[in-house]
């Protein structure tokens, strides 16, 4: 069984340009959740999915947006994009959403902001 | 400051020693718990998990120690292989309305000697 994909791998922006991810999630998993990872920050929940609604979002401006297609894929959005959006961006999922489910990570997205 | 931390950034072994990582958490609501090992340039991988009703849980050559009095959470690795070298996180699984949303220590970095 194939593994979370993320594309692309690494993407190189200037500021106050848009961006968008995308994650494919296992077969069979209905559940995916993005996240942002920094050195200084850390690991950060930004946003999850589960059936193409957005059931939880973490604490990050309006720029950040998400959404899910009915075949569990996920892309996620960035706007008018700032240095400081310049981080790993990984997104996982799981086979449902609210039991407290293992997570499995793709390899993420290095975005760079220039 | 955040809910989930780590008491020691990096921590070295020598291969063939046992490895211990601890983490921190600090919302007494939190009922389960995860471990992830990130190597460089993939996204974390599930290694073990704990529900709040065990005090320990065991793997292969992984141990997971919960004490909920003190709200802390160690990893144990028996006969740490160079294979091991990686970022080791902790997350909380926090509950609010009615879906998980882990939080994540900042990690500690595994270093193996051969």
């Known amino acids: 069984k194939a593994g979370v994909t993320q594309t692309p791998r690494y993407l190189i922006k200037t500021r106050g340009q848009q961006v968008t991810l995308s994650c494919s999630p296992i077969?069979?998993?209905?559940?995916v959740s993005w996240y942002q990872q920094t050195p200084g920050q850390g690991l950060q929940f930004l946003f999850e999915?589960?059936?193409?609604?957005?059931?939880n979002k973490g604490n990050f401006p309006g720029r950040f947006s998400g959404r899910q297609f009915s075949n569990s894929r996920s892309e996620m959005n960035v706007s008018t994009l700032e240095l400081g959006d310049s981080a790993l961006y990984l997104c996982?999922?799981?086979?449902?959403?609210?039991?407290?489910?293992?997570?499995?990570f793709g390899s993420g997205t290095q975005l760079s902001v220039l | 400051g955040e809910s989930v931390g780590l008491h020691l950034p990096t921590l070295s072994v020598q291969e063939g020693d046992n490895s211990i990582i601890n983490c921190a958490y600090s919302?007494?609501?939190?009922?389960?718990f995860i471990w992830y090992k990130q190597e460089s340039g993939k996204g974390p991988q599930f290694i073990i998990d704990?529900?709040?009703?065990?005090d320990k849980r065991q793997g292969q050559r992984v141990t997971v120690l919960l004490n909920k009095t003190v709200k802390h959470l160690s990893l144990q690795i028996a006969a740490t292989q160079p294979g091991d070298s990686a970022v080791y996180f902790c997350?909380?699984?926090?509950?609010?309305?009615?879906?998980?949303?882990?939080?994540f220590g900042r990690g500690t970095s595994l270093i193996v000697h051969p």
């Open positions: 996982a999922s799981s086979l449902m959403a609210g039991e407290g489910e293992k997570l499995f």
């Open positions: 077969s069979g998993h209905r559940s």
């Open positions: 999915y589960f059936s193409e609604t957005q059931r």
């Open positions: 919302n007494s609501a939190s009922d389960y």
């Open positions: 704990i529900r709040s009703n065990m």
């Open positions: 997350a909380e699984n926090i509950l609010p309305g009615g879906s998980y949303i882990p939080t």
